[in-house]
T-cell receptor, first 113, second 108 residues
């Protein structure tokens, strides 16, 4: 069973469209994250939720809206997509009470044309 | 602000040689973690070293930590083609901040 799964793996869309990426973890972790990895491999945190509550919201355009229906799911919705949104988006989870090790999904590559 | 920064950005070595990567960080930590990312995949946790530890081993991996210099190193011994990947260090504050990684290429 995949611990952290995200869908879709690839997403190609036009500028101005709205799209969502879904993430689910079956590890029982309390905390989930969205990271963005650009073409230079820099991994930047976007959001973090702990038990469905937003705890980290970095300087991200408000076109990006995370939603956590329960602690096992954290979805990312992006409105009015722009060329600069093209990147690989990673979902991750961890249990803060233990080592703090992050478990990552396989990534969702978003290409905005 | 970016916490962990890896050095070098890229490293190519022959199979069987040892590979050493370095990481510098800015603030005090309670532990430091190393991750590997294969091309097109997510990051995978390799090893964690606590602030009161100076060295830790796991298989062919050896990690050192110097809190006075705010630096860590990852040594991979007897490298294999399968070790080709990007390696990241991370300092686990609430945000678990990563650097840009070291791209390691093992030449068969």
């Amino acid at each position: 069973d995949t611990a952290v799964s995200q869908t879709p793996k690839y997403l190609v869309t036009q500028m101005g469209n709205d799209k969502s990426i879904k993430c689910e973890q079956n590890l029982g972790h309390d905390t989930m994250y969205w990271y963005k990895q650009d073409s230079k491999k820099f991994l930047k945190i976007m959001f973090s939720y702990n038990n469905k509550e937003l705890i980290i919201n970095e300087t991200v355009p408000n076109r990006f809206s995370p939603k956590s229906p329960d602690k096992a799911h954290l979805n990312l919705h992006i409105n009015s997509l722009e060329l600069g949104d093209s990147a690989v988006y990673f979902c991750a989870s961890r249990d803060l009470g233990h080592t703090g090790e992050l478990f990552f999904g396989e990534g969702s590559r978003l290409t905005v044309l | 602000s970016q916490q962990g920064e890896e050095d070098p950005q890229a490293l190519s070595i022959q199979e069987g040689e040892n590979a050493t990567m370095n990481c510098s960080y800015k603030t005090s930590i309670n532990n430091l973690q190393w991750y590997r990312q294969n091309s097109g995949r997510g990051l995978v946790h390799l090893i964690l070293i606590r602030s009161n530890e100076r060295e830790k081993h796991s298989g062919r991996l050896r990690v050192t930590l110097d809190t006075s210099k705010k630096s860590s190193s990852l040594l991979i011994t007897a490298s294999r083609a399968a070790d080709t990947a990007s390696y990241f260090c991370a300092t686990p504050h609430e945000k678990l901040t990563f650097g840009t990684g070291t791209r390691l290429t093992i030449i068969p």
